[in-house]
C-alpha cells in the first residue's frame, strides 16, 4: 500500500540553525499538509499546499517557516532558525482532496533543538 | 471554545472487551467530516474510520465503528473485541467547510490513552 515516508526520522539541531525536514506525499495525492506534534500534546495544524502555494496556514506558521515541493516528488519543511519551543513531532500528511478521504500520515520527524 | 474535545485523558479495557472512546465537536458548519486516528507508542498516525456529516448510517471499519449523534456533534468510537496491540492514543479530529472551499485542514482534540489489559 503507497505511504508517506519522511525523513530523517530524527533531527537534533542547535538552536539558531536552519533545518529542512523532508516528506514524499503518495504519487497520485493533490494536498499536502505540515503538522506538529509538541510531547504529550495534541496535533496541530502548520500549513497546507495544493496546486504549488500555500492554501492555508495557521497562526504557528510564522516567516520563519517555509514549504516548498521543489519537484514532483518531495515535499519540505523548512524552519530557518530553530528556537528551542520548535522542538516536536512533525508530521507530513497528503489526501487524494476528497472531502471523506482520510490524510494519509508519514511517521513523522522528531526534531530536538538544542 | 476548543472544536474537539476529548474528555477521556486515560481508558482501560479488558481484552476481549468493547470499548467507548467519546469525542464531542463544536462547529457552524453543516458540512464537515470526523476522522478517528490511533497513534502507537511508536509514534505513527493511523487513519481509523471516517464519519460525514450527511452520512445517514454509522461508520463501521472492521471492529471499529462510530457512534454518530449529530444533533448533540458527538462521533464516539467503539472499538469492539478489544486486542493488546489497541493499546495506544486515540485522536478524533474533524475536518470543515467541505461545501465551499476547503483544504482540508484537520483540527484534533488531545487525545484518549487507551491501555488494554490481558
Known amino acids: 500500500e503507497p505511504e508517506v515516508t519522511q525523513t530523517p526520522s530524527h533531527q537534533v539541531t542547535q538552536m539558531g540553525q536552519e533545518v529542512i525536514l523532508r516528506c514524499v506525499p503518495i504519487s497520485n495525492h493533490l494536498y499536502f499538509y505540515w503538522y506538529r506534534q509538541i510531547l504529550g500534546q495534541k496535533v496541530e495544524f502548520l500549513v497546507s499546499?495544493?496546486?504549488?502555494?500555500?492554501?492555508?496556514k495557521s497562526e504557528i506558521f510564522d516567516d520563519q517557516f517555509s514549504v516548498e515541493r521543489p519537484d514532483g516528488s518531495n515535499f519540505t519543511l523548512k524552519i530557518r532558525s530553530t528556537k528551542l519551543e520548535d522542538s516536536a513531532m512533525y508530521f507530513c500528511?497528503?489526501?487524494?482532496?476528497?472531502?471523506?478521504?482520510?490524510?494519509?500520515f508519514g511517521d513523522g520527524t522528531r526534531l530536538s533543538i538544542l | 471554545a476548543q472544536k474537539i474535545t476529548q474528555t477521556q485523558p486515560g481508558m482501560f479495557v479488558q481484552e476481549k472487551e468493547a470499548v467507548t472512546l467519546d469525542c464531542t465537536y463544536d462547529t457552524s458548519d453543516q458540512s464537515y467530516g470526523l476522522f478517528w486516528y490511533k497513534q502507537p507508542s511508536s509514534g505513527e498516525m493511523i487513519f481509523l474510520i471516517y464519519q460525514g456529516s450527511y452520512d445517514e448510517q454509522n461508520a463501521t471499519e472492521g471492529r471499529y465503528s462510530l457512534n454518530f449523534q449529530k444533533a448533540r456533534k458527538s462521533a464516539n468510537l467503539v472499538i469492539s473485541a478489544s486486542q493488546l496491540g489497541d493499546s495506544a492514543m486515540y485522536f478524533c479530529?474533524?475536518?470543515?467547510?467541505?461545501?465551499?472551499?476547503?483544504?482540508?485542514?484537520?483540527?484534533f482534540g488531545q487525545g484518549t490513552i487507551l491501555t488494554v489489559h490481558p
Open positions: 479530529a474533524m475536518r470543515e467547510g467541505l461545501s465551499g472551499t476547503s483544504y482540508g485542514k484537520l483540527t
Open positions: 500528511a497528503s489526501s487524494e482532496g476528497q472531502p471523506n478521504q482520510p490524510q494519509h
Open positions: 499546499f495544493y496546486n504549488n502555494e500555500i492554501s492555508e
